[in-house]
């Protein structure tokens, strides 16, 4: 049996869930096809839950010796690697080293500036929505330093911001300790960034949205997106219990899109930058009142539900490779000494992939030899942050309106 849709959504993260309630409010019928039977089970659950309106600069290639030579030596808690993985990244590496000239991360900065401006509100409308708006405290989040060199740097990067728009307070070791009393003494400072949003369960929030979308008719159906075939009249893809097709097909699987699209023969350069986290008890008495990113440590504690989220740098190693939390192992006792952490509530240390393309854009529109299948995914750290409103521009592209930006610098033809 085929069920037919105007719509079928490959992913259930919050890049999919974005595209599926936009799409479906412009009046088409959706379905979203997914390997599990939930929304919002693989990076759209394990992340520090960080609205990121803030995050104008996106995450390039640090250039800095000191940086590098610690990279080299997997000697740094913010970043490791596989050795055995640097023949497959080597090419994809280097073009993300090109692309984190100056230039090129002012090119990405500006070419991201009009879905980052609208982050937090295309959440906020989908929240209200789906009677989900308790997830969410306008509250920011703390770059927190334990130096002074990197207070001084902090400051700096936050100056940047000041053109556009976005607001941040300096706080000194005192006035951090007044607003953070549970964080250790002794701190030279932090900057706290006051625009980003910041959700206590990320994973609950994509159910969620899946709810809501079921809710106004939508499908949510279990199926294996590397079966999907081109049809004379579109697409079709393989479900648990026969097929769904339809005219257009949006490919939303994070950093699984290449099993769709590489078998069509497209060369889109992707590589993931994996991350780990694990859920703790704060010690007694204690309270974290917003997420803090230790400077040194290169980790994130967020409070969540679940209890104190600690999510990690990036790890650079095949999608598929065993969990290696060296990370973790590693930012744990620093995370002790920053702030008291009870015992570990999590069995084993959850293990999540980021999309990412070497100029830290995603790829967001047609692809160009096929008709009626889009690509939407590649939104390296801001996938969370940025499902919604890339779902409105997907919308925008699929039903012929005017997209409300520019889409040409997320093209899959720019590489």
């Not at 936009?22 to 039977?37: C, M, P």
Request: net charge neutral; with cysteine.
């Amino acid at each position: 049996m085929t069920q037919r849709f105007d719509c079928i959504i490959l992913g259930a993260g919050m890049v999919g869930l974005g595209a599926a309630l936009h799409i479906q409010a412009r009046g088409r019928s959706v379905a979203i096809v997914d390997k599990h039977t939930m929304a919002g089970e693989e990076t759209s659950f394990g992340n520090a839950g960080l609205i990121e309106r803030s995050s104008i600069f996106p995450y390039m290639f640090p250039r800095e010796p000191g940086a590098l030579l610690r990279y080299a030596l997997n000697a740094s808690p913010e970043a490791h690697y596989h050795l055995s993985a640097l023949p497959g990244l080597a090419s994809w590496l280097l073009r993300y080293w090109m692309n984190s000239s100056p230039e090129g991360a002012l090119r990405s900065a500006k070419a991201a500036l009009p879905l980052i401006e609208r982050s937090l509100s295309e959440h906020e409308a989908l929240m209200q929505a789906s009677g989900s708006m308790g997830l969410l405290t306008l509250s920011g989040w703390m770059k927190v330093c334990r130096s002074q060199k990197s207070f001084d740097k902090a400051i700096a990067e936050a100056q940047r911001l000041v053109p556009y728009g976005r607001a941040f307070d300096v706080l000194d070791g005192a006035a951090l300790k007044a607003r953070e009393p549970s964080l250790k003494a002794g701190l030279a400072g932090a900057v706290h960034l006051l625009d980003p949003g910041v959700v206590k369960d990320p994973g609950g929030l994509a159910k969620a949205y899946a709810a809501l979308f079921i809710q106004r008719g939508g499908a949510f159906l279990t199926g294996d997106a590397r079966g999907l075939t081109q049809e004379p009249d579109g697409w079709s893809v393989p479900l648990m219990e026969g097929r769904a097709s339809a005219r257009d097909v949006v490919v939303a699987l994070g950093p699984w899109s290449d099993v769709v699209y590489r078998p069509l023969g497209y060369d889109i350069p992707m590589a993931v930058k994996r991350g780990y986290h694990m859920h703790y008890a704060p010690g007694a008495g204690a309270v974290l009142n917003v997420p803090v990113l230790d400077v040194e440590g290169g980790y994130v504690l967020a409070p969540m539900v679940r209890g104190i989220r600690l999510t990690t740098g990036a790890e650079f190693a095949s999608r598929d490779a065993p969990p290696t939390p060296v990370q973790l192992a590693r930012t744990e006792p620093m995370a002790r000494d920053l702030f008291p952490l009870g015992e570990r509530l999590d069995p084993a240390p959850w293990m999540g992939a980021r999309p990412c393309l070497p100029d830290m854009l995603p790829v967001i529109g047609p692809a160009p030899r096929h008709k009626g299948l889009w690509f939407d995914f590649g939104h390296q750290h801001h996938g969370f942050t940025l499902g919604p409103v890339s779902g409105r521009l997907m919308a925008d592209l699929v039903t012929g309106a005017e997209p409300f930006t520019n889409p040409a610098p997320y093209a899959a033809t720019r590489f």
